[in-house]
């Protein structure tokens, strides 16, 4: 039967490495407390719907979604950076075509959201919102200003470290990935439960841009590169990894 | 050469940036087009472990068409791009922790074994809270002889596998989300 074949040619992805994700349970992020499960996570072998997802292209984009400076009659205010770097896979394999997405404070700290009521400005000319494709070899790239830390009520006299939400899609369900890109040098780090749920010292460090010469553009902004890593593939088919 | 991932961060409150509109989008619950035959609601809550509505939450879902292909080239036997199919949809929860999605039931989908899985949507959970998204799947409860054939329905307890059946409603299903307590649904690992 075709079907008996076809399951056993795709291969899945690797799990990550131990240490290199952050728990689901980390009491001193409080609200981790009542949301994260309390029971183990069921092992699921990679099926089609796994190694599959969605491919989402062009027509979710906008002419000026890439440039967060642009989006509005007047520039916004703060210190524009140039954001770019390269969507690869555990292989080092580039994943192109696949949509970024991502959302950021403004210069002042503040979200341009209802529930972000802390007394910062909003910026009449900062949405926050960027989105583009990567191209043929993994790249990405953004403009935009540079987000300020922000208070939150985790505890006392709690501050985020500035950061921009990423969100990824790569090319399956398994590397669907949400992160936050820091920047070098932040002396918040040693003080933030999300930075620090993840456990691994180097993956942490994998979270954090570094400044980038090449991309900085004379007269005009600072440039800062951040690559991510998605899942790379098993080598194994399918039908081998119910045996490991 | 193996490049280790990136991690994982939480989603955070603010992912509804609205003007204009970031991680949700105005056509996200349409994984199908309004007025596709067989097209229904499936909706839901997410709550907490103490039962209260997760109102910050994002829900995504990622399926195969009604004859169980996917629209993508890894699908061994081709990809099949039916119109005005997505396979895709995303809606943030509301006040009341409660999302909805437009979609048509997926047909099976090959196992690895050989075996056919029952139809089923994956779900994805992101919410403040969450360091990692959470993974599940939405069984439905009216397919009972392909479920009792699908082999990961097969290798759970029964307490867990009746937390992945949507309940049939009037027209569509409804598939609520526990992320902790008694009544947790079950989570995946992929």
Redesign the interface.
């Known amino acids: 039967m075709s079907e008996t074949t076809t399951g056993r040619q795709v291969p899945g992805y690797r799990r990550d490495p131990p240490g290199s994700q952050p728990p689901y349970l980390f009491p001193d992020y409080r609200s981790t407390r009542l949301r994260a499960p309390s029971r183990p996570l069921v092992l699921l072998p990679h099926t089609l719907t796994e190694v599959t997802g969605p491919l989402l292209g062009e027509d979710r984009l906008g002419e000026l979604d890439h440039d967060l400076t642009r989006q509005h009659q007047g520039e916004p205010h703060g210190q524009r950076i140039v954001v770019s770097g390269r969507v690869l896979d555990g292989d080092g394999r580039p994943v192109p075509n696949a949509l970024v997405e991502v959302w950021q404070a403004n210069a002042a700290g503040r979200y341009a959201h209802e529930v972000d009521q802390h007394p910062a400005p909003l910026d009449p000319n900062f949405s926050g919102v960027g989105r583009c494709l990567t191209g043929a070899d993994g790249g990405y790239r953004f403009v935009t200003v540079r987000p300020g830390a922000y208070p939150w009520r985790n505890h006392d006299n709690a501050w985020r470290p500035a950061h921009i939400h990423f969100s990824l899609f790569g090319r399956a369900f398994t590397q669907r990935l949400v992160t936050q890109m820091y920047f070098p040098g932040d002396p918040l780090f040693p003080l933030d439960p999300i930075f620090n749920s993840v456990p691994d010292e180097a993956a942490r460090q994998r979270m954090i841009a570094r400044f980038d010469p090449d991309a900085t553009v004379p007269e005009w902004a600072l440039g800062y590169r951040f690559d991510i890593v998605l899942r790379g593939r098993d080598a194994t088919p399918l039908d081998e990894e119910d045996d490991r | ?23 949700t ?1 105005p056509d996200g619950p349409y994984v199908v087009a309004e007025g596709t035959p067989g097209a229904f609601r499936l909706e839901g809550r997410v709550l ?3 039962g ?1 509505p ?1 109102p ?1 939450g994002l829900v ?1 879902s ?3 068409d009604p004859d169980g292909r ?3 080239p ?4 081709g990809a099949v791009a039916r119109p005005g199919f ?3 949809g995303r809606c943030a929860t509301d006040a009341g922790g409660r999302f909805w999605l437009l979609t048509v039931k997926p047909g099976p ?6 075996r ?2 029952a139809p ?1 949507i ?1 779900l ?1 959970i ?10 599940t799947r939405v069984y439905f409860a009216d397919e009972p002889a392909a479920n009792a054939a699908d082999p ?1 329905l097969a ?2 307890p029964e307490a ?1 596998r009746a937390t992945l059946l949507a309940a049939p409603t009037g027209g569509g299903y409804r598939f609520d989300v526990h ?3 008694d009544h ?7």
């Open positions: 050469m193996t490049l280790p991932p990136t991690p994982s961060q939480t989603i955070g409150p603010f992912f509804a940036l609205p003007d204009p509109a970031a991680m989008w907490d472990g103490a209260e997760v910050d995504e990622w399926q195969a996917f629209a993508h890894d699908d061994p036997r997505r396979g895709f989908v090959p196992a690895p074994d050989g056919s899985q089923h994956a994805s992101f919410a403040r809270g969450l360091n990692q998204r959470l993974v990961l290798s759970l867990a992320l902790q307590g947790e649904t079950a989570f995946f690992d992929v």
